[in-house]
């Protein structure tokens, strides 16, 4: 069983740059992939980024690439999420989501991939 909280969602200025955590729960983080989904209003979960549980392989939905940014700390049990220069559109629930990592499964893109989520911080972008 894994627990998630994230922390660091807000307001922040269209430009501007906002850094989101998630803290997990355990002993067994380092055997977890990771990623961040977002749910804008009305709209499906989708996709952010995600980084295998070694930390050296990321990647990221091409509408964020350049732009965000998601690292992990194993000693500390803890994702990121570093995004520079969000969109007013990009305003969503943020999740931080976990699975276990099979290492012949080379990403995990879809919210049926994983088995545990937080409660998502709220991004909110002013244009």
């Known amino acids: 069983q894994v627990q998630l909280v994230e922390s660091g969602g807000g307001l922040v200025q269209a430009g501007g740059s906002l850094r989101l955590s998630c803290a997990a729960s355990?002993?067994?983080?380092?055997?977890?992939?990771m990623s961040w989904f977002r749910q804008a209003p009305g709209k499906e979960r989708e996709f952010v980024a995600g980084?295998?549980?070694?930390?050296?392989?990321?990647y990221y939905a091409d509408s964020v690439k350049g732009r965000f940014t998601i690292a992990r700390d194993n000693a500390k049990n803890t994702v990121y999420l570093q995004s520079n220069s969000p969109k007013p559109k990009e305003r969503a629930v943020y999740y931080c989501?976990?699975?276990?990592?099979?290492?012949?499964?080379?990403?995990?893109?879809?919210?049926?991939?994983?088995?545990?989520w937080g409660r998502g911080p709220k991004f909110t972008v002013s244009s």
């Open positions: 989501e976990a699975t276990l990592e099979i290492p012949t499964v080379k990403v995990y893109m879809k919210v049926s991939d994983y088995d545990y």
């Open positions: 355990g002993r067994t983080f380092r055997n977890y992939v």
């Open positions: 980084i295998r549980r070694s930390g050296s392989v990321t």
